[in-house]
């Protein structure tokens, strides 16, 4: 029995050395894949927005090109809702395209139902519009919605509040609850608010990125952007 103690001992010995010996392997092939994996992720939902977005266009009009060429070719409907699109913008920046669709919005504004919903996502969307320079005029912090807690929101606009004091300046800050396109509109006047020194363009980047790409050092400021 004692005979057999040192090569049970010595086995043992070289399955921890083999352990030891691919430990190293085992941690640099699990740091790369987790590295790889986080940057497929990204690349392969963007893959997969586009994909899902051009079958969802190319399928409103593909279906009128196949049924009139009895032949389905993919990216035709695609192709076609871009061209649209675009002919709809050189129409829209002219004069004359101007005046036909401020008849025609008026026309379509006459409708209860579609009034209602065409208003509110027209005003979402001219909010977000490039050429829209004062939809958000400051990117800014306040403290909401509790004390102690901080939130990014954006400047949109100021009104006057008239009570038996006096008259009281109050400033529209709308706060991004959902990615950037639903949140709250808060009313604080100037004292609770901290301007910063960050763009508009960066500012909207930071809501999309959940904060990932908020900056280290944010500087106050009170000068117009």
């Not at 893959?47 to 090109?65: E, P």
């Not at 129409?91 to 026309?107: D, I, P, Q, R, S």
């Not at 908020?214 to 106050?220: D, F, M, N, R, S």
Request: net charge positive; proline share 4%; with cysteine.
């Amino acid at each position: 029995m004692n005979d057999l103690l040192p090569s049970l001992t010595v086995t043992i010995g070289s399955k921890d050395n083999k352990t030891a010996m691919f430990e190293p392997i085992r941690m640099t092939f699990k740091r790369k894949f987790l590295a790889g994996l986080f940057v497929s992720i990204p690349a392969a939902l963007t893959i997969f927005v586009i994909a899902s977005l051009f079958t969802f266009i190319d399928g409103i009009l593909g279906r009128f090109f196949d049924y009139y060429l009895g032949k389905h070719f993919a990216g035709l409907g695609f192709i076609s809702a871009v061209l649209i699109i675009f002919i709809v913008g050189i129409f829209a920046t002219n004069v004359l395209g101007k005046k036909v669709l401020w008849y025609f919005e008026k026309l379509l504004l006459r409708i209860p139902v579609f009034k209602s919903i065409y208003l509110s996502v027209k005003q979402l969307v001219d909010a977000f519009a490039p050429d829209n320079k004062g939809a958000f005029k400051r990117f800014v912090i306040i403290e909401y919605p509790r004390l102690g807690s901080y939130s990014f929101g954006f400047l949109t606009n100021e009104c006057s509040v008239q009570s038996e004091s006096g008259t009281r300046s109050l400033k529209s800050i709308y706060i991004p609850t959902n990615n950037l396109y639903l949140g709250e509109i808060v009313l604080l006047d100037d004292s609770s608010i901290t301007y910063t020194d960050i763009p508009i363009d960066e500012g909207i980047k930071i809501i999309l990125s959940g904060g990932i790409t908020t900056p280290e050092l944010i500087v106050e400021s009170r000068e117009k952007m």
